[in-house]
C-alpha cells in the first residue's frame, strides 16, 4: 500500500469519526504537498484538529482495518460504510482541546443504496442490538454513525432528482420524486440503524438540542452534493429523518419553469409580497429565484432571517446578509425588532409563523421596506383571512387599514404531477393588490377579491383554476389531476 493510499485511508477515517471535516482533510492534504515528507497525521496534529494520542489510534485502526481486508482478499480502500472493526480504547480529551474524544460505538451495518434484499453487509461491519431500549436513549458519540451511508443516500437522491430523502425506523429508505415515494430498499431501517445514520450529520450542539426537545430543524452541506434542510425527530419505533434537497445553486424562475412576468412581484420598493402554499409546493426555491433576480438587478441590502438558513445567496451588486434563527438570533420577532436598525432595503421571511412576526411584517413594510415572506395557506383569498385571522378582534380595524396600504401582491403555488408523471408543472394565483383589493380588504369585503381575481388578468392577475386550465389545456397535465387541485371544480371548464 502507497504512502498516498495511507494517508488517503487515515485521512477518511478521522472524517468518517467525524474527528475532522472534509475541508479539513482537503486543506491538511494540500499542506502536506507543500511540505514534502511530512505524514498526513502530523499535519493534523500540528494544526490541532486532533491530539497525539488520538493520531496513535487512528494508525491502529488503519493497521486493523487494512489487515481485515487483506485477509478477506478483498482489495483496501477507504472505509465508505463501516467503520474499521477493531476498537481501540478511546483516547482522552486533553483540558482545554476542543476536539471530541475518538470514541467509538458499534455501529449497525450499512446498504448500499441500491442493495439487493438479503445483500450481505459490507466486511468487518460490527453488529448491533436488534432492538431499541424503551426510553429514548442518550445519543451515542460521533462514531455511531454510519454518515458516508447516509451521504451516499442523499447523493442519490440529488441524482434522482427527487425532492426529499425519509429515513424511518421500521420503513424502507424512500425518496420522494415527483411528489411519490420511491422505495430505495426493499427491507425495513430498524431503529438502531436509523439512529446510527442519523446521529452523525448533527454537531454536539445539536445532539444537546435533540436530545431535550426530541426533535430539531437545521441544514446540513455535502460539499459537491447539494445542502439539505433537515428535520429529526422522535416517534414510537425511534428515531427518523427527513431532509429535503435544495441546490448549491439557487435556480432562476427559467430553471423552475414558471413565467418571467413573475419577476414584476418585486419590482416594488416597498410594501409585502407573500409566496403561498402547501408545504412541498416550491415556495422557497421560488423565493430564491426573486432573491436571485433582486440580486443581480437592484444596489440595495438584502437581509434574509430563515430556519434554517436554505439557498446560500452570495453578494452580486446587492449586499445580502442571512440569518438563522437559534444559530444567529433568538427568534424571527427578535431579528425583525433588530433589522430596523440595521439598514434593509429588502427583509426576506422564511416564514410567517404566528402574530408578533405578522405585526412586525407589516410595520417593517409600512416604514419603506420591501418585505418577503412565505404562508402555508392554499389561497390568496385564505392569505389575506389568515393574516387577518391572528388579530384580535379589537385590532382588526387597524391592521385591515395596515394590509390595504402594505400589501402588494399574494402569489400562491401549487406543484401538479405532469400528464406522464416524469415531472410536475407549477400552477400559480397571482393576487395583486391594487387600489380596488386595498378598498376591499380595508371596508371587510374580502370575499369580492375574487371577482377582481377573475377578471384581472390584465393586471398580471390569474385565478389557480385559469392557470390549471391552461396546463390542462396545453396537455401538460390531466383533467383528473387538474380537479385534485383546483379551489373549485365548478370554475374548472370541461
Request: hydrophobic share 40%.
Amino acid at each position: 500500500m502507497s504512502d498516498d493510499a495511507q494517508a488517503h485511508l487515515l485521512g477518511r477515517i478521522a472524517v468518517h469519526l467525524k474527528l475532522i471535516t472534509m475541508d479539513q482533510l482537503a486543506e491538511a492534504t494540500r499542506i502536506q504537498g507543500a511540505e514534502s515528507g511530512m505524514p498526513l497525521g502530523e499535519v493534523l496534529v500540528q494544526k490541532g484538529w486532533i491530539t497525539p494520542e488520538q493520531l496513535k489510534t487512528l494508525i491502529q485502526y488503519q493497521k486493523d482495518y487494512v489487515a481485515k481486508r487483506q485477509s478477506a482478499g478483498k482489495p483496501v480502500a477507504a472505509p465508505a460504510t463501516a467503520a474499521p472493526a477493531a476498537r481501540p480504547a478511546a483516547a482522552k480529551r486533553p483540558a482545554g482541546s476542543t476536539t471530541a474524544p475518538l470514541r467509538v460505538v458499534p455501529a449497525p451495518p450499512a446498504r448500499p443504496v441500491a442493495a439487493a434484499p438479503g445483500a450481505a453487509a459490507p466486511a468487518g461491519a460490527p453488529s448491533v442490538a436488534a432492538a431499541p431500549a424503551a426510553r429514548a436513549p442518550r445519543i451515542a458519540s460521533a462514531g455511531a454513525r454510519s454518515a458516508p451511508a447516509l451521504e451516499a443516500l442523499l447523493a442519490r437522491a440529488v441524482q434522482l432528482r427527487g425532492s426529499d430523502l425519509h429515513v424511518h425506523s421500521g420503513a424502507p429508505i424512500k425518496i420522494r420524486i415527483n411528489g411519490e415515494f420511491v422505495d430505495q430498499e426493499s427491507a425495513p431501517t430498524t431503529a438502531p440503524q436509523a439512529e446510527a445514520m442519523l446521529i452523525g450529520c448533527m454537531t454536539p450542539e445539536q445532539k444537546d438540542q435533540f436530545e431535550k426537545n426530541g426533535e430539531i430543524d437545521f441544514a446540513y452541506a455535502i460539499a459537491g452534493v447539494g445542502r439539505f434542510r433537515v428535520n429529526l425527530y422522535r416517534q414510537q419505533r425511534g428515531m427518523d429523518g427527513v431532509f429535503r434537497i435544495i441546490p448549491l445553486v439557487p435556480p432562476t424562475l427559467e430553471d423552475l419553469g414558471l413565467p418571467s412576468s413573475l419577476a414584476k412581484v418585486v419590482n416594488y420598493h416597498q410594501g409585502m409580497v407573500l409566496l403561498t402554499g402547501p408545504s412541498g409546493c416550491g415556495k422557497s426555491s421560488t423565493m430564491a429565484a426573486l432573491i436571485g433576480i433582486l440580486n443581480e438587478e437592484r444596489r440595495d441590502h438584502i437581509l434574509t432571517i430563515e430556519d434554517p438558513i436554505e439557498h446560500v445567496h452570495t453578494s452580486k451588486r446587492c449586499v445580502v446578509n442571512q440569518r438563522q434563527v437559534s444559530r444567529h438570533t433568538e427568534s424571527f420577532g427578535r431579528a425583525l425588532r433588530a433589522a430596523l436598525r440595521e439598514d434593509p432595503d429588502i427583509i426576506v421571511i422564511g416564514e410567517l409563523r404566528d402574530r408578533e412576526t405578522v405585526s412586525l411584517a407589516l410595520t417593517a413594510a409600512e416604514t419603506g421596506h420591501l418585505v418577503l415572506g412565505t404562508l402555508h395557506t392554499h389561497s390568496a383569498m385564505r392569505t389575506i383571512n389568515r393574516l387577518l385571522g391572528v388579530f384580535p378582534p379589537n385590532q382588526q380595524s387597524q391592521i385591515r387599514a395596515m394590509m390595504s396600504e402594505s400589501l402588494k401582491a399574494i402569489v400562491s403555488q401549487r406543484l401538479v404531477r405532469s400528464a406522464d408523471g416524469s415531472r410536475r408543472h407549477a400552477a400559480l394565483e397571482i393576487l395583486i393588490c391594487n387600489r380596488a383589493v386595498g378598498n376591499l380588504i380595508r371596508e371587510s369585503k374580502t370575499p369580492q377579491i375574487l371577482s377582481i381575481l377573475q377578471t384581472g388578468a390584465p393586471h398580471g392577475m390569474c385565478l389557480m383554476e385559469a392557470s390549471l386550465q391552461a396546463l390542462m389545456k396545453s396537455g401538460a397535465i390531466t383533467r383528473e389531476e387538474a380537479l385534485r387541485h383546483c379551489e373549485d371544480p365548478k370554475r374548472l371548464a370541461a
